[in-house]
């Protein structure tokens, strides 16, 4: 399985914390606010929803963790430069 993690915040502190939190969580930012972790399962979803919820939230600021099967996550289909991408199996570590 796959984590993914898509925000929209308004504030630039806030988004700039987001962003570092979930890189040291092991995340590949693939779109500004749009993160991967290809290793995530719900503990790690669970993970990054303990974390994340720590945060000052605006009034209309939402973070969405999406938990991806393993089968979508291979299968996506993208338009454009890839940005880099840890492949299923492979570990990174900091």
Not at 20 to 36: D, N, P
Not at 54 to 71: A, M, Q, S, T, V
């Amino acid at each position: 399985m796959a984590v993914l993690v898509v925000y929209d915040i308004s504030d630039d502190k806030t988004r700039t914390r987001i962003a570092h939190k979930l890189e040291m969580m092991g995340y590949t930012r693939i779109q500004r606010s749009v993160w991967v972790n290809p290793y995530g399962y719900t503990d790690e979803a669970l993970r990054a929803y303990r974390k994340l919820k720590k945060l000052p939230l605006g009034e209309n600021d939402r973070i969405h963790i999406f938990i991806i099967p393993k089968w979508s996550y291979e299968k996506v289909i993208s338009i454009g430069p890839e940005p880099p991408r840890l492949k299923l199996g492979e570990i990174k570590i900091f």
